[in-house]
């Protein structure tokens, strides 16, 4: 069973900086690719931000320039470095993890860690 945990949400000040991890763990042969979401209520959750184990990024508007996604393949883990955060950017945010294990494909989601920017 693959497990995806995500860590590092907080309180951070407009303008401020945050660092999100998420670990992918369990009887894992390959990642295929992992990612960032969000979700605002009432909606569906949003691309922040996805990696693929080639190194392929991928951002969503709102957050191009400001985050920046990477992957430690040797952990299975990626982080979201977060900068010149704003209001706007208070959200719970969830990781994605999906590739092959024991054979069958898998994709997970995490339980979400909740960022929060404000005075």
């Known amino acids: 069973q693959v497990q995806v945990v995500e860590s590092g949400g907080g309180l951070v000040q407009p303008g401020g900086s945050l660092r999100l991890s998420c670990a992918a763990s369990?009887?894992?042969?390959?990642?295929?690719?992992m990612g960032w979401y969000r979700q605002y209520p009432g909606k569906q959750r949003e691309l922040v931000a996805s990696?693929?184990?080639?190194?392929?990024?991928n951002y969503g508007d709102s957050v191009k320039g400001r985050f920046t996604i990477s992957l430690n393949d040797a952990k299975n883990t990626i982080y979201l470095q977060m900068n010149s955060l704003k209001p706007e950017d208070t959200e719970l945010y969830y990781c994605?993890?999906?590739?092959?294990?024991?054979?069958?494909?898998?994709?997970?989601w995490g339980q979400g860690t909740q960022v929060t920017v404000s005075s």
């Open positions: 994605n993890a999906n590739g092959l294990s024991g054979g069958q494909w898998f994709d997970r």
């Open positions: 990696i693929t184990s080639t190194g392929r990024t």
């Open positions: 369990g009887s894992i042969f390959n990642i295929n690719a």
